[in-house]
């Protein structure tokens, strides 16, 4: 080896020398902390003594002084996760005084605080903990980062993201330790733990916590693998633990008493040994140790139970006030610092430390007694084993979660002096992935390396030997697979493992860290022959070297440093992240180093894995130390230059003389390509000599020029470098004694494939040109012909230059060793691809697992998508991939494949394409990979790729769409996830509203809606304002009175008022409405209150516009007239607020009014928020709050809101917070609370919905009896009982909602029979159950007797059978709810009620609802029918028998019923036959009003009716905005005065409502808990004025936003961020009543109910086809549906969007072109922006296709170009464009005879096997035209002009050809045009062909014995004339 190189490796240079300052102390000083002390200073001393248990005043100052010079500390870990995952950073954790500061920084990004923490009192440590808290029942668990904080009585831990625990420490800690389970502590002090006379059993030491709420408990550990089961805690007071790891997880403790050091594995404990240590907690097995045991917990549990932490509300205050409990000093056995608070205290003197942190344990073992010294005295005597046992039984010892199993133990030798702990240690490993443990005993100087290794099954550690190095410290670089180590005279060596690589040379620093020689490792560690030198060292440093002993004493230290100018040298080492690593001198400054990578060029560290692969761990080990002390010897090679010396060492050590083999001697002198001597060597002259011109002729860079274009343009004669000197190139031989000699086949066959995978990369050809010349001298040498002749057809013009070859003799090639995985030929990826195309058998294909990744993805996508072997990526990898193993890499192997298997395509039934998408996405694979493979390879996966764009899956995850190029998809699955992580606000599109006149304008509080999509729904006309109009409630009416002569002023004032009062009615009902229109439609901005618009009840009255005011006096206005519409008005605000907003407790309470007046717009606010589910978010303190205001609206608001929100849940607190204000779930001797009449009912339908759907007994049955509740005497339950009557049967029926005959558990309480009895009457039963005692006295007001009065209980008992038979078809139950057919019984029930009766019975036979008239009339009873009057007469039909009135009420009743059950079937659908057939009755009701006929019907029975039909109809149309409903409502609503009161406007506006319900995006479901919200909210009784609520709760009127739900699809341009219009399929299900059916939408549009359809589909042609496919569930599309609707589409190159061009013209134009017309020339480059945005085909056009003058004669290319441009963009794959170019230009190439290397031509060889390949032909005939992706005529004309070219030649040169198969010389200048013939002809090599026959070939017959070798046809028919 070469001198220079010899003096060179044996230093090692470390780059980037910084000082260190910790970035936390800089911060800490601006920290604002001395402010908490001021305060402290300002506090009372007696309350300084509290709180503190210091001495007042002296403890506040003393932390003062402490303050000014405070402990710090730090550690430094490399970053994980972070912003960007790709950059490495470091994380600093700085601790000082009461302060924790995390910063984080990288190269690119100067440092920053991550978060600061700040606690009570001085941090002992902290460190950073990950927790891992399981997550379901499938072991899936989730990590949480944390900071762990430990203080002196407690343990804060700050999770990531954002949670805080404080966890009470039952015992002082000595230290804390991260492990893989979360945290362990070590109990300080443990020895002076029990001083009664006789030794006991001793307490345990080490405590874990594996989740921050989970209890401290002990750490057992097993006695041995041997032993039965035999466990017990770890109590032994003399362990220490030194170290703790993470990975693999194990423990190093330290014995103070054997002075050894032992390894333990950490693991969880196993439910037996829990078990074993439950019972007997140590196996002594006398009882007496038993109850010790326990009683200490018991004592413990105790103390905490005194200290103020046993409520849970109270654990924040009490961690800073534990001192507080006044404490006994008989208590104690010793005395101790006051300052500690006395739960620790009394830990340290007598504490089993089985502890309690949390606050359930404390509770779960509520003592009763108070301690006392008694009993403590007792607990602790010897003989006290009774007492004991009494304790036993009721306390617990706390179960073990973790368990420690011994490993390993050191052995100490006896003549060695006394052992010491360790100060130090760490895992590392070395550059063969062995690991050690090593730890430092600094009292030695010595490091003590353990070597470990996994077993086979992965389950168990094996410890190995042990290594001594003499060192002072020791740091760990993880970065490289190496350690630093301070040597004892001072000086830096790096190690890998326990072999030596050498001295770190750190520039800047002074001589005395270089120059003390370093002694030999002891004896233990393995000498290493290469780094080693031989001959002293020439050392850089001019100052004598100190040879000394191993331990010089101080004094020469010193004197040694006073000669030095600085007397600094390194002291110690800390803080290792990565590859860097803090140096602390001497005199206290820190410095920052790193330590250089193992290499730099991606082709070095290819190859050197490749290396180290193969050979045998100690040689790998050494060949890479001796390539690191080259590469990073000082002053060393630039980047550029690595190659060249990474070949030169490796030739050297493989036995080459470098010096004398022409090109490497080349490369010792060349730089890089150009002749550029690198600066850093000396050179002899300025002048230059002629060595200098036979350096150029020989460089790589003349080679280069030789086969240039314009060496051949300007006709230059190549200039031949000198041949070498004869005597040198006859006698070079290998050295048979260097390292690698007898491996050089294993190196060059790893080489080879790595050579191999490089080709698969476009960014490494020139890693591949530099490889291949290494590979060809080994070739050479080790004479493999093939390999030879293999490496020529690849660059035939490297050929030229090198020919010298090193002689081995054939007695030494015996000695080599042959690998088993040797093959004569070489393996060649692109021949294996070749051979898969054409569809012939192929062989596995050998490659290095973790080295050739990409030839594995090649290899193994090729074998699934041509060869359509599903199993090809799963089971069968074997099939198609040989691992080469050395022997040594088996646990890789098997993770690696069961990675492989663990990634199996998720789709089973999908296309292979698809499943080639899927398995490449999984292994990482993106588009910018795609880039880099070369184009031949690549077709087939862009090939997959188009395919499945053409029909992607929905539910694919974002990478896959990412790499098929579906912006839209890639777009949606982003949302999705976005979502999955945490609650986003759903980003509508926003609509830019005009600002104009908002200001004056008054807020209507419907300013939110997303008018974009609106305009986009209802584009024609403007029925979005006219509703807006309609529903305003913020400005004054106008008020138009005549003024008539008759009346004077004051009465025409009067007359004037009176109207607004009207119109004020109709004002007041209009929120509900409004609430219904804005729906979900605005997200607030968290720091700004909602805005609440105003409800004006003021009139202006024309012409003068005077205000008109109802508090004038002059007429009598109601009293609490506004109070309901005000309520609504907050329920209408509230209900704007869409679910997937963020709001937190804090803006809910934010937004509560200042002044009274609006507290009950706020009670409706937060009702509003139950209904949207926000209020789960409000804090149970808040709730309380609120309750116990006694307001009323607030509490029916709040009742109802949690309730909403707690839907079906059986929450149990909010059922407490029920039962309160419902007498009847109180206990009978409760106190009787005065609950207001209206919030006990909202208390009756909150327990229905909470319980909705459960048939919860206990409820059902309260429910049922407060159905028929008697009033009490004292008045009590005597106002309004119809409404607590209907709530209760409602209640009963969610809670029983479609259960009806299967009653689980409920026969005994015959509900059906009893609500039977409460619909018709009879005698009241007697009162069973709790409430008999408060029904004893009845009422003195009310006289029912013991009948049950039905106008009061039958509503809800009707609809209480209603709800529970919802759907069931139960004809029996049906019929009790026929209508009486005789006219006796007609009398009996009011007409109302026939109303409830014909609803439910409809509603249980569900299925026989159908949308016509003939129908709804099939309901009405005969004699109805046949007397009544019906709605179209006229005249009065006269009768003495029959009463026609109560007939005629009956009739219009019975149909309104009906037509509501229609209404019900039909929800949200917008069934024309219904709208049709409802619409018709509306009007008949219409013209029924002003007939003379309505008297008999009674004018507001009809309106009733009317309201009835009017919301039926809004129900089935809901969402749709329909214009005819739109136009009877605007109808109604201009109706004031006369029979219109509140309630019938409440009606008519909730019908508008309903109508365009959240602004067109929602429509009503028909599910079962749809119905029962929509049968409260829509009750068919409505109320007369606006503050009653005898009959209905208002409040429940908004329950209606349960039933709504999203169903609006929006189509969303991707490019433009606009909606837009697109056309849908949707596919219905077959069903009893149609087949499967496929209907066209134009979306934006509402969609069916989910579960009816099959799948929805965007068509094309203008979008990009996308499919929904609901038979796999419809979570994906609901998903879609609740964020707004947004479904992204993408248009297609060429098409205009259907808004712009609604009939389809407009895209002609580009149909033109898209036809292959022969236009395609005169089109012009400009217009390329019509088809597509892509910047890059911009540029493409501009630069490419633009004919210029310069450019005249290339008239064609220009063509070719646009024609090829044009092909991409209409075919929308513009990802082929560069494919196309590269096939052009290599065709080109080859037909100027330019080709250097074969390397293009094998991929158009591959394109044009693939095109013709099977998959393509069987494509073709399933769907002619849909070939391939490139166009059919390209292909064929490039493969006719490489043809004619190659044919040219051979024509001409026919005899070259003919000699290289004979073996004959032949002329150098055609070898490249032979090299392409012969791999475009597939012909095999000369020795191949010899063998089958040469000579004897006479005939063409016996020419095609070649076929065997693969040689197709047409080959030989070029070749025959030639051969024969």
Known sequence: MSNVYEERATMIAAGELQEFVPFGRDHCKNHPNAVNLQLRQLQPASELWSSDGAAGLVGSLREVTLHEKQRESWHLRKGTGGDIEEVEFEEELYVAGNMVIWTRGSKNQASYVYKAFTVDSPVLQAVWCNFSVPQNKEMETEIIETVCIVQNTCVNIHSVNGKDFISPLPFQVASVWPSKFGLLFERSNPGTDVTQSPPREPLPTVFSMLHPLDEIAPVCKSAGLFEALRVQYVSDSTLKIVFISCEPSIVMTYDTVQNVHTIWALREVKPEEQAVVLKYPDQIGTPQNMAVNSSLTAHLRNVSKDSPAASPFQNYSSLHSQGRTTSSPGLHSRSHSPA??????????????????????????????????????????????????????????????????????????????RNCQATKAFITSDLCEQKFLCFLVESQHQLRCVKFLESNDLSQLIFLSVTT????????????????????????VLYTGVARVGKVFIPGLPAPSLNRSTPMPRPSTPLDSISTPARPVAMLSPVPELRGSTKFNESSLIEDCTVQPFGTYVHAMRDPVHNRVTLEMNNGSLLRISIPEIANSELVRKCLLAIKYILPKEIAVKVLIKWYNIHNAPGGPSCHSEWNVFV??????MGYSTDRLGWTRNLDLEGSLSPVIAPKKARPSEMGSDDDWEYLLGSEYNRQVDSHLLASALNLDSVEPLPPNEELSSQLSLDHSAPLFCHIPAVFYVLHLVYEELKLDNLMRDGTRSLVILLLQMARDLQFEEY????????????????????????????????????????????????????????????????????KLVVLSFALYILGDDNAVSSDVSKYLVKISAGQKKQVNEQDSKRMSMIKPCVLNSSIAEKLVIWLTNTGFTLKDLESVPFGAALPIRDAIYQCRKQPSSDWSEAVCLLIGRQDLTKQAHEVTLAKGKATIGQMITSDMPPANEAEEEDDGMNDMNQEVMSLIWSKDLRVQEVRRLLQSALSVRVNVVHLPEFNDHEYIEEKENKLLQLCQRTMSLPVGRGMFTLFSYHPVPTEPLPVPKLNLTGRAPPRNTTVDLNSGNIDVPPNMASWSSFHNGVAAGLKIAPASQIDSAWIAYNKPKNAELANEYAGFLMALGLNGHLTKLATLNIHDYLTKGHEMTSIGLLLGVSAAKLGTMDMSITRLLSIHIPALLPPTSTELDVPHNVQVAAVVGIGLVYQGTSHRHNAEVLLAEIGRPPGPEMEYCTDRESYSLAAGLALGMVCLGHGSNLIGMSDLNVPEQLYQYMVGGHRRSQAGINREKHKSPSYQIKEGDTINVDVTCPGATLALAMIYLKTNNRSIADWLRAPDTMFLLDFIKPEFLLLRTLARCLIMWEEILPNAQWINSNVPQIIRENSVSLQSQEVPASEDLNMETLAQAHIYIIAGACMAVGFRFAGTANSDAFNCLYKFARNFMQCLPASTAVIMGHYNLETCLSIVLLSLSMVMAGSGNLKVLQLCRFMHKKTGGELNYGFHMAHHMALGLLFLGGGRYTLSTSNSAIAALLCALYPHFPSHSTDNRYHLQALRHLYVLAAEPRLLVPVDVDTSTPCYALLEVTYKGSQWYEETTVELMAPTLLPELDLLKQIKVKGPRYWELTIDLNKGTQHLQSILSRDGILYVKLRAGKVSYKEDPTGWQSLLAQTVNHRSPEVRGFKPEAIKTFTSDAALVSFAECFCKPAKNLAHKQDVLSLFTSILYECVTQENPEILPTYMAIDQAVRRLERKEMSETFELWQIKLVL???????????????????LLMNSEFLPVMKCSSDNTLDQWLYAYGDVLKSYLTGQPYEEAHMNMLACFLVYHSIPTRGKIVGVCMEGATSFSDLLKFTRLGVPVRALLRLAPILL
Request: net charge negative; hydrophobic share 35%.
């Open 469 to 492: 190095i003499s060192a002072r410290d020791a740091a760990p670089i993880e970065g490289i697979d190496a350690m630093l180590v301070l040597e004892v005279n001072g000086s830096l």
């Open 788 to 855: 030879i002749d293999f490496y020529w057809r690849d660059y035939p013009s490297i050929f030229k230059t090198s020919k010298q070859s090193c002689i081995i003799d054939q007695a030494q090639i015996g000695h080599m060793n042959q690998p088993s995985f040797f093959t004569v030929e070489p393996p060649c990826v692109f021949q294996w691809l070749s051979c898969c195309l054409k569809g012939g058998g192929v062989l596995p294909f050998p490659y290095l697992p973790g080295i050739c990744e990409r030839t």
């Open 648 to 653: 030169t060492c490796l030739m050297t050590l």
């Open 1809 to 1827: 096997e693939f095109s013709s390949s099977k998959i393509l032909q069987e494509r073709l005939k399933q769907t002619p035209g849909e070939g």
């Open 340 to 417: 500690i608070s006395n739960m620790a205290a009394l830990s340290r003197s007598h504490s089993p430390a089985i502890g309690v942190p949390s606050f359930s344990g404390v509770q779960r073992f509520n003592m009763s007694y108070t301690p006392s010294p008694k009993r403590y005295s007792t607990s602790h005597s010897p003989n006290s084993t009774f007492n004991d046992s009494l304790l036993a039984n009721e306390a617990e010892p706390i179960a073990p979660r973790l368990c420690i199993d011994h490993l390993w133990t050191e052995t100490v030798s006896n003549h060695r002096e």
